[in-house]
Antibody, heavy 122, light 112 residues
Framework: QVHLRQSGPGLVKPSQTLSLTCAISGDSVSSDSVAWNWIRQSPSRGLEWLGRTYYMSKWNYHYAVSVQSRITISPDTSKNQFSLQLNSVTPEDTAVYYC????????????WGQGTLVTVSS | DIVMSQSSLSVPVTPGEPASISCRSSQSLLKSNGNTHLNWYLQKPGQSPQLLIYLGSNRASGVPDRFSVSGSGTDFTLKISRVEAEDVGVYYC?????????FGQGTKLEIK
């Protein structure tokens, strides 16, 4: 059974960096059959896919255009986890953030983290 | 980007009655291999979204056969044959054809 456990601060000041981590159990961040994603949810934007990383001969990264200048998703093989960094946040980045697994051959998000409400406020 | 649209924000239903939730995509989700890259999720209050239906019409593990999907290409309907109290929540359609993966705005199933 795969389990994703999220951690990170729930309050970030404007212009600072949002950082979240997703710890994986029951699978490997280096698995070549899945991708590791970050998705956020807010009343104004709904569910919004932010980006993903996956290993297939090398590490690959794909980001949503809306955040690509500010986002970094990083795998950590030593801790079997991956992280999200979103720079220069504004109140519009206030949302519940989820990590989720995507199967390359299943074509759906099957496991999700518990969600982290991140509020951007001074 | 593929835009996913759900026509109803809310669907009130009496327990035991059927319910339908519509979803439309801005381009066909049918791939040349015959797979339709449409998924449905249910988000219960206070929870993360959970997979209901994948690749068009396949029920995820543990999903009762009260749930089914009709439609093809760009127009889809999630059907619940007999609504139960445990079905309440927000239903989202999502396209898995390409990144960015995009979601509909959600349809809230409410019990009358």
């Amino acid at each position: 059974q795969v389990h994703l456990r999220q951690s990170g601060p729930g309050l970030v000041k404007p212009s600072q960096t949002l950082s979240l981590t997703c710890a994986i159990s029951g699978d490997s961040v280096s698995s070549d059959s899945v991708a590791w994603n970050w998705i956020r949810q807010s009343p104004s934007r709904g569910l919004e896919w932010l980006g993903r990383t996956y290993y297939m001969s090398k590490w690959n990264y794909h980001y949503a255009v809306s955040v690509q200048s500010r986002i970094t998703i990083s795998p950590d093989t030593s801790k079997n986890q991956f992280s999200l960094q979103l720079n220069s946040v504004t109140p519009e980045d206030t949302a519940v953030y989820y990590c989720a697994r995507w199967g390359h051959t299943q074509y759906y998000f099957d496991y999700w983290g518990q969600g982290t409400l991140v509020t951007v406020s001074s | 980007d593929i835009v996913m649209s759900q026509s109803s924000l809310s669907v009130p239903v009496t327990p035991g009655e059927p319910a339908s939730i519509s979803c439309r995509s801005s381009q066909s989700l049918l791939k040349s291999n015959g797979n339709t890259h449409l998924n449905w999720y249910l988000q219960k209050p206070g929870q993360s979204p959970q997979l209901l239906i994948y690749l068009g019409s396949n029920r995820a593990s543990g999903v009762p056969d009260r749930f089914s999907v009709s439609g093809s290409g760009t127009d889809f309907t999630l059907k619940i044959s007999r609504v139960e109290a445990e079905d309440v929540g927000v239903y989202y359609c999502m396209q898995g054809l390409q990144t960015p993966h995009t979601f509909g705005q959600g349809t809230k199933l409410e019990i009358k």
